[in-house]
């Protein structure tokens, strides 16, 4: 008696579950100190937040499609392909702007963590003060 199952059909099986995100996704996540490493390395600061990275990092592993893209560019920087491109588009974005997502499905995760604060130095989030009431009527200290 045969089964109807084959080792071809267990191959391709096997090929088409990591294709969706079972098999495949399993090994394709990085650590907390890579996606860190690659942030520092896209961004020039050596500053950010763990924290902030470790919410930026779950909502890119939320993707299946993105957790290998997130391997393989942690592990080629320098990759030209439009995934790699777009990839680091986002991780920028979310590390200068302090927001996961897009459109109805985004999130703030940081206001005055956000990066384009300190690459605008002449600004700052509303609500918060970089000194004493009327700070800003004294000539900035040379």
């Excluded at 470790?54 to 890119?60: P, T």
């Excluded at 392909?81 to 200068?96: F, G, M, P, V």
Aim: glycine letters at 12%; one cysteine or more.
């Amino acid at each position: 008696m045969t089964s109807g199952l084959t080792r071809r059909g267990l191959a391709l099986g096997a090929f088409a579950l990591a294709g969706v995100g079972g098999l495949g996704d399993a090994r394709a996540e990085i650590d907390l100190d890579a996606f860190m490493a690659l942030s520092e390395a896209l961004t020039g600061r050596s500053d950010l937040d763990p924290d902030v990275g470790q919410v930026y990092l779950a909502a890119l592993q939320r993707h299946a499609p993105k957790r290998a893209a997130l391997l393989a560019l942690s592990e080629d920087r320098s990759s030209p392909s439009d995934e790699a491109i777009a990839l680091r588009k986002e991780i920028l974005r979310n590390w200068y702007t302090g927001l996961v997502g897009e459109g109805e499905a985004r999130e703030a995760v940081t206001l005055d963590g956000a990066l384009m604060w300190s690459a605008m130095g002449f600004s700052q989030p509303k609500g918060f003060c970089r000194g004493p009431l009327g700070y800003w009527t004294e000539p900035p200290a040379s």
